[in-house]
């Protein structure tokens, strides 16, 4: 024999308690967003900071093996007509022997593609081609090694984090910065 027992009503979710709660929701995931998307950038730029330590020890090497020397690169062009006039080397052809993997030189910020367009998402400042190591003039101004940066990203691919963080520079010296200091010495 069963009994029934009345049945107790249960509380149930009016439509207006459930909207205003899924509008808290949608507003925290809004304000999450954008802390989000900087968050990864930086884990992208960290990435992009430990390819251009990368990028300076094969320097480093290419230059201890060349009397002191720097290389003499420049960036290829994005045009195809410009690139087939480039007369020196790109930085991917120099030091692919002492990097070990081309890959080094690909940001994982490079949203424009300028990896697979020119072999290199980063920059060679080519003022500095083939200067003794030790003793960089650049316009006929003295630089030491920290003051002058030689590898740098082509664009400003981490500009999320912030306009003075949207560059990572390599400088002579082996020290990296995201923020670009240029001072003349003596």
């Known amino acids: 024999m069963k009994s029934s027992s009345p049945a107790k009503p249960g509380r149930a979710f009016t439509l207006v308690e459930l909207l205003t709660v899924i509008a808290i929701i949608a507003i925290l995931a809004a304000l999450m967003l954008p802390v989000l998307g900087r968050t990864k950038e930086s884990a992208r730029a960290t990435v992009c900071l430990s390819n251009l330590h990368q990028i300076g020890i094969a320097l480093q090497i290419y230059v201890s093996e060349n009397n002191n020397k720097l290389p003499s690169l420049r960036d290829v062009p994005t045009d195809p007509a410009a690139a087939a006039t480039n007369i020196f080397p790109a930085i991917h052809k120099v030091l692919a022997t002492h990097l070990g993997n ?52 082509k664009e400003d691919f981490h500009k999320a984090r912030g306009a003075n963080k949207a560059v990572n520079y390599l400088y002579a010296d082996g020290h990296i910065k995201n923020l670009l200091t240029l001072e003349g010495s003596k």
Do not use: M
């Open 102 to 153: 081309t890959n080094v030189l690909r940001c994982p910020s490079d949203l424009q593609r300028y990896f697979e367009l020119t072999g290199s998402s980063y920059s060679w400042n080519s003022l500095l081609n083939g200067e003794d190591a030790d003793h960089l003039v650049v316009f006929n101004i003295k630089f030491s090694p920290q003051e002058i940066p030689v590898v740098y990203d």
